[in-house]
């Protein structure tokens, strides 16, 4: 279980990005934070992690308090939180075998992981995963020798090989296509689901947002407007949100059924 | 249409919108250039006369002689050669700490700044002034030119490094972070495969860059295939200088071809 107890982030610069955010997470459910530029979505998932130092508030993973960590009991900590990006964040000339098995770098010594001798155990739950994303026959091509939907699945191995409690997920669909999109977030979801895992998904998308995920955070200048079910969505909560605009083409509920089938997430 | 025409007249902005700091710019530099072209005393008669004896000492030259110095040439060949490899590796190896830490993304302000000290104090003099120095220091021999070189190295090395770890992808390495890497690892498997093909390509033109240097430190005592050049002006053997000249060109030209090749290769 995640909880942000009054988490406030100001930057630098003044600007505060979370105003006292309060916020809990139960094991194995889906959450998407939805908002719009600039709402504090990548700085809330970064402040669990501590890729951006929180300015204060608490953040709860099971029972312990990361917010206090020093460097190498945070090292431990992130162990738990396996972290997807937008632009898939893959080293690009690594192999596809190396990202996810830098997933295991927290559990490896260096001089281990600086030989590339992982541990079998390892090196099977990599194979594994790729298998289950369709990724298997990749494992020695280079990262940038991919496509965008085939990033993305590594980017999603190397954060389940870390064995996490939770995923942060910030704009997994961002730079994909509309049918991609839905694929990987498919895919996020049955993980999610088979593992049970918490996820956090930062997403621009409303629409794939309801589509995937039973509760929806809805973020406007660092404060949580909305928190609630994904039909709860209606005009006005969205103009809350992210501001007057005409909503009923949102709102407009996308009939799932006529989706690709999961087979394609293989393809 | 808009038949009421208003002519707007559009003209690109001049880099420098001061116009009187312009004008003065462009009027300074004709009026100094005019100068110094007027104070530059050329002797036409003397650089006739010069041209004949030229010709004459160029004549000198040839035919090359490669065969009555040709133990010394070879001991001269084999000490830049040594000079080359272990000035380019030590220099490089010493680089890569001075290197991390002056790349300001990945060091504290303080070793920040002592670390590009050391580069910009290396990287004034030039290897000629530095072998000056180092003969001084240590006596004349192939130990003063290894020094001013891998000294040399380091100032390049590092620079280029330091930049090159300035401009890599911050996404990727804070992905790897994300993962509990060790700060190690952390390097090895995101700084490092981003500025490795880079770092390669550049120490191999450094080898290059090296070895021509070797023959000039030689000149002023710094041991190699240029002292063995200066005493063959010293005694007046042209004939063998031209040798030597040959066989420099030869080693740069060949070095040349396989650092590009190799160069190519990495990327």
Not at chain 1, 250 to 266: F, G, K, S, Y
Not at chain 2, 134 to 162: D, H, M, R
Request: overall charge neutral; proline content about 4%.
């Amino acid at each position: 279980m995640l909880r942000l107890d009054s988490l406030v982030k100001k930057y630098k610069t003044g600007d505060m990005a979370l105003k006292s955010v309060n916020l809990e997470i139960p094991n194995g459910q889906v959450l998407a934070l939805i908002g719009p530029s600039g709402a504090g979505k990548s700085t809330l998932i970064r402040c669990v992690n501590r890729l951006v130092e929180p300015t204060s508030g608490n953040v709860w993973l099971g029972d312990v308090e990361l917010t206090r960590l020093g460097s190498s009991s945070l090292r431990k900590a992130r162990r738990k939180m396996g972290m997807i990006f937008q632009e898939y964040a893959l080293v690009e000339r690594l192999s596809v075998m190396e990202n996810v098995l830098s997933g295991r770098l927290g559990y490896t010594g260096f001089w281990r992981s600086f030989f590339r001798k992982f541990p079998q155990p390892d090196i099977d739950e990599a194979f594994h995963l790729l298998e289950r994303v369709g990724l298997d026959h990749m494992a020695n091509k280079r990262a940038d020798e991919l496509s965008g939907g085939q990033r993305q699945r590594v980017g999603i191995c190397r954060a389940l090989i870390q064995n996490p409690e939770i995923l942060l997920i910030d704009e997994p669909t961002a730079s994909l296509d509309p049918k991609t999109s839905r694929q990987i977030m498919r895919l996020i979801c049955e993980l999610c689901e088979e593992r049970q895992l918490a996820a956090i998904i930062n997403i621009h998308d409303v629409l794939l947002a309801q589509m995937f995920s039973k509760r929806i955070i809805g973020l406007q200048l660092g404060e949580v407007v909305y928190d609630g079910p994904p039909d709860g969505l209606t005009p006005e909560v969205l103009t809350r949100i992210y501001g007057e605009e005409d909503w009923e083409a949102t709102v407009e509920r996308v009939d799932e059924d006529n989706l690709d089938a999961p087979a394609d997430i293989l393809g | 249409m808009n038949t009421s025409k208003v002519q707007r007249v559009w003209k690109r902005p001049p880099l420098i919108s001061n116009k009187l700091l312009r004008w003065s710019l462009w009027g300074g530099a004709a009026i100094y250039l005019s100068i110094a072209l007027g104070t530059m005393d050329i002797n036409w008669q003397r650089a006739a006369e010069g041209s004949s004896r030229g010709a004459d000492f160029l004549g000198s030259f040839f035919p090359p002689d490669f065969s009555s110095r040709w133990d010394s040439i070879v001991d001269g060949i084999l000490e830049s050669l040594w000079m080359t490899v272990t000035s380019t590796v030590i220099g490089i190896i010493l680089s890569v700490p001075v290197g991390l830490g002056a790349a300001r993304n990945l060091s504290y302000k303080p070793v920040y700044y002592f670390c590009r000290g050391i580069l910009a104090v290396s990287r004034t003099f030039p290897e000629v002034i530095l072998a000056i120095f180092f003969v001084k220091l240590f006596g004349f021999g192939p130990f003063a030119g290894f020094l001013a070189l891998s000294v040399g190295t380091i100032g390049f090395y590092g620079k280029l490094l330091a930049e090159d770890i300035e401009d890599m992808d911050p996404v990727q390495a804070e992905a790897i972070k994300a993962t509990g890497a060790g700060w190690l690892q952390w390097l090895n498997y995101s700084v490092q495969p981003q500025v490795m093909p880079r770092m390669i390509g550049l120490g191999i033109y450094r080898l290059d860059i090296n070895f021509r240097e070797s023959a000039v430190v030689g000149i002023v005592g710094g041991g190699g295939i240029g002292a063995t050049l200066l005493t063959s002006f010293d005694r007046y053997e042209f004939d063998s200088a031209a040798a030597i000249l040959l066989i420099i060109i030869a080693f740069v030209m060949v070095m040349e071809y396989v650092s590009s090749y190799i160069r190519r290769w990495v990327q």
